[in-house]
Structures are given as C-alpha cells and as structure tokens.
C-alpha cells in the first residue's frame, strides 16, 4: 500500500525559511508527478508547485522566487524549501504524487507563519 509521509512544517516567523520533506513508501514504481498542495482554514486547496519526471517545475504566483521543489526520483521523494515566509503561506501543506494513473495524498503538516 503506497503511502506519502510529510515532514518539516512548524510555526515560523515571517521572513523565515522551513522544508518540507515528503517521502513514499510501498510503491515499486516512480511517481511521473510529485507537488505539494495547501489549504487555508476556509478556503479551497490549491497546487503550490509541482515537479514532473523530477525536471520540469510548476509554482503558484505567489509563492515564485521564495519556494523551490526538488525531487529524487530514487527515493520517491520531495522537497519544498519554503524561504521568505509570510502570514498568508500559513496553512496545512499536502503532499501529493500521481504515479500509474492513480493519485496519492499525504495526511498533511501544518505550516504557521507568525509573529
């Protein structure tokens, strides 16, 4: 059974940096699509950034130039170095991969940024 495990989230203050780590497990397969997704208290969950076949890279507006994802296609794993963090980035990050025609999420972590 294919799991997504996510790590990294905290509470921060605005202008800080954190990473976000989500590792699969139980695949014997490679994922074409890992991203990560986030969803604010009262709001709909929207794509963050997404990586395909670990190249080809896709970000949210308002998250280019402060976020990065990187992924090694081996480990079946992604990262999401979040730097220069504002209050409005706070919400519950998912981990997400599409591999095989099926999608897969992760149970989520929680990223506050405040003062």
């Known amino acids: 059974q294919v799991q997504l495990v996510e790590s990294g989230g905290g509470l921060v203050q605005p202008g800080g940096s954190l990473r976000l780590t989500c590792a699969a497990s139980?695949?014997?397969?490679?994922?074409?699509?890992m991203g990560w997704y986030r969803q604010a208290p009262g709001k709909e969950r929207e794509l963050v950034a997404s990586?395909?076949?670990?190249?080809?890279?896709k970000y949210l507006d308002s998250v280019k130039g402060r976020f990065t994802i990187s992924g090694d296609n081996a480990k079946n794993t992604v990262y999401l170095q979040m730097n220069s963090l504002k209050p409005e980035d706070t919400a519950v990050y998912y981990c997400n991969a599409i591999g095989r025609s099926r999608g897969y999420w992760g149970q989520g972590t929680q990223v506050t940024v405040s003062s």
């Open positions: 139980g695949s014997d397969f490679s994922f074409n699509v």
């Open positions: 990586i395909i076949s670990g190249r080809v890279t």
